[in-house]
């Protein structure tokens, strides 16, 4: 069987597996109201003075993809984990011998999945943060605006949301892949992600502190949701969607490898 043919039928397995577990939907529906409940939320407890804003209102907008993004991580590591879990994954192998056309499917599969949760996410977070931030006096007159998707940097930020959000996933994925159990795989993920962020703030030196932030994949990666320009931030958005790409890689040749080498 050529490769291209294991990789549709695994796909329509991996498809198949996933919209037929109850509980992906729950995740992927608290995802969505995590992130926009919690946008509109912070949304409107922002106000801008009459004398200026200092608040970034497309990252305003979108703060609750800091949540969010733990229940896709928890979404992605039950992809892989919830098999080995229940000892499927052998039959799993059996039907398709070609390990990593399996694990590829199951990352493509959830990638799609990730990316229509995130343009709904994204698009409902910025709606959201458009109407209640421009009657907290988020407006052009205070030079600082509402954010807008017809805005370079606010679609900018809106598109690179999206990918760090299939970043995270796939990160958990191959996370999912090396450890194989779901308890580990998530509170390393979760560790991975938000352990950073509290080691850069006991960290006296400023280096260090610089440091640490640009290689924690939550800090730099979401680098890209700023569209107020500051001289003070540890890297730049592009800079730091690639910080969370060079992680996302790692993770994912790291459990295809393991994948394809160890048993089942």
């Known amino acids: 069987m050529s490769t291209a043919s294991s990789l549709r039928r695994a796909l329509h397995a991996e498809w198949t597996k996933v919209r037929t577990v109850a509980g992906n939907a729950w995740l992927v529906g608290g995802a969505l109201v995590l992130m926009i409940g919690l946008s509109a939320a912070v949304s409107a407890a922002v106000e801008c003075a009459p004398s200026g804003c200092s608040a970034d209102p497309t990252r305003t907008a979108l703060t ?30 059996a039907a398709m011998p070609r390990r990593v056309a399996v694990l590829t499917a199951k990352a493509l599969v959830l990638s799609g999945i990730v990316i229509a949760t995130g343009v709904i996410a994204v698009l409902g977070s910025l709606l959201a943060g458009r109407l209640i931030l421009a009657g907290n006096g988020f407006t052009a007159a205070h030079g600082n605006p509402a954010p807008s998707l017809g805005d370079f940097v606010t679609a900018r930020a809106a598109v690179g949301t999206i990918v760090y959000l ?46 640490l932030q640009q290689i924690s994949p939550m800090i730099a990666g979401l680098a890209i949701e700023d569209t107020v320009k500051s001289g003070d931030a540890p890297i730049g958005p592009v800079a730091g969607l690639g910080v969370v790409a060079a992680w996302a890689a790692a993770a994912v040749l790291a459990g295809g490898l393991l994948v394809r080498r160890r048993d089942a």
């Open 64 to 93: 609750g993809v800091v949540l969010g993004q733990a229940v896709v991580a928890i979404l992605a590591v039950m992809v892989v984990s919830s098999e080995y879990g229940t000892g499927m994954i052998g039959v799993t192998f």
């Open 166 to 211: 299939v970043l995270i996933g796939l990160l958990s994925l191959g996370i999912a892949s090396i450890v194989r159990d779901a308890a580990a795989a998530i509170g390393l993920v979760l560790g991975l992600l938000f352990l950073f962020p509290v080691l850069a703030q006991v960290v006296s030196d400023p280096d260090w502190y610089r440091h």
